[in-house]
């Protein structure tokens, strides 16, 4: 029985899934679930009862629903270790698990059952999409045991390929200092988590600064230097206890070292330490100074897409000049995207003097407000929560990079206290 578009039933389902609790700066990270599965019928979801319940242990559901269903519960729950959606009846069964994709962690084992046979689909479900395994209907509990049962003992996994999809990097780079680019990446980072409800993390690559878990009002740990500095103790479960949470689908990598103390980073630490991040995260937002050494060249050839930040000066146009003749990174399928941050900013070009120096326009343009983005700073909040046109220019900055919606599903948060509501 397929029920795409049956909002009764994708309710029921939702409502199956209880929300995360917003996270706390410091709170520990929920339990996740072993087990979610959502079927569209009473037969398979018996079988599925029958064979998996057992084997997952507590917390594991069954539920009836089809992979929309599936999609719309997990945009406000937690991602369970394992999922199993029900493509059976769905006109775009591929469209259908790339929604899906963006909304649960990438290392969630998926499953999937469904009503076609044909082994040309079987393919680009495992090979395209990175499903780990699918059965068509109808499902006996020996199938269901023998395919789905190793992937909740752990048996079937081979190495890292274990996810649906891995997060995309977005590396915002200030092409000198204090150009505002970490006001920039925190504000995106937090927008990707909290309004479009994706799991990111902010990877702050200033060492000694901490600047971005202040802007977010997280705390700042000794893990990034250790994951850096000793690339080989590095593994998933180091990732998820060095993380800080900034809300519920946000998290922050950040430290604060001694200013006569500069981390020395080991070649390929940074590319193990984003290969990790992006198992966990849909989407890995990357704050790097200017003056990073090698590991500023590391991590911009781990770009998905780059933004270099630049101020109305004539030193930030030379600047962003040179560094966006810098070659694409080999995952990067469209050239640097510039933002002109700071615009109108008294003493400054104007924008027709930035066009003339840059020979064209830059690409995003975020307005010079003194009154919104140092108070919202100052108080550890986002300043993109506020409706305006800084708020404007980071959702039209997650467009570009991300293919994330203008509103991204949720109104900003209502804020607490009275200097919060004076700045929100």
Excluded: C
């Amino acid at each position: 029985m397929a029920i795409e578009g049956d909002e009764a039933d994708a309710a029921v389902a939702a409502e199956a899934m209880p929300d995360a609790p917003a996270a706390a700066a410091g709170a520990a990270l929920p339990q996740r679930p072993p087990l979610y599965a959502f079927t569209t019928d009473a037969a398979t979801e018996a079988v599925l009862r029958e064979a998996l319940l057992g084997l997952a242990g507590e917390g594991a559901q069954v539920r009836r629903g089809d992979v929309r269903a599936a999609t719309k519960a997990l945009s406000r729950a937690p991602s369970p270790e394992v999922l199993v959606v029900d493509v059976s009846g769905i006109e775009q069964p591929l469209s259908a698990l790339e929604d899906l994709a963006e909304v649960v962690e990438p290392d969630v084992r998926v499953l999937v059952v469904g009503d076609d046979r044909d082994s040309g689909f079987y393919r680009k479900l495992t090979r395209g999409l990175g499903v780990l395994e699918y059965l068509y209907k109808p499902l006996s509990h020996e199938i269901v045991a023998r395919h789905f049962g190793p992937f909740l003992q752990g048996v079937a996994l081979r190495g890292g390929e274990v996810h649906l999809r891995g997060g995309r990097v977005i590396v915002v780079a200030g092409v000198r200092g204090g150009v505002g680019a970490t006001t920039v990446a925190a504000n995106l980072a937090w927008h990707f988590g909290e309004e479009a409800r994706r799991h990111t993390v902010l990877l702050d690559g200033d060492l000694l600064g901490g600047a971005a878990a202040l802007l977010l009002g997280a705390r700042t740990t000794a893990g990034l230097r250790a994951a850096l500095e000793h690339p080989e103790r590095v593994d998933e479960l180091f990732v998820e206890r060095t993380a800080q949470p900034a809300g519920e689908r946000l998290q922050v990598l950040a430290a604060e070292e001694r200013l006569l103390d500069a981390p020395a980073a080991v070649p390929g630490a940074m590319a193990r330490l984003v290969a990790l991040l992006r198992r966990r995260f849909n989407l890995v937002v990357v704050d790097m100074p200017a003056r990073a050494g090698p590991l500023l060249r590391e991590t911009l050839d781990l770009a998905h897409q780059r933004v270099l930040v630049f101020d109305p000066a004539l030193a930030g146009a030379r600047e962003v000049l040179r560094w966006a003749a810098l070659p694409n990174a080999p995952a990067q399928a469209r050239r640097a995207l510039t933002l002109l941050n700071r615009a109108g900013q008294p003493g400054g070009l104007t924008l027709a003097q930035v066009k003339e120096a840059l020979g064209g326009p830059p690409d995003l343009v975020v307005p010079w407000l003194p009154r919104l983005v140092p108070g919202a700073a100052d108080l550890g909040e986002p300043a993109a929560a506020r409706r305006g046109p800084f708020r404007d220019a980071i959702l039209a900055l997650a467009r570009e990079v991300g293919s994330i919606s203008a509103e991204g599903g949720r109104k900003p948060p209502a804020r607490r206290g009275l200097l919060r509501r004076l700045f929100g």
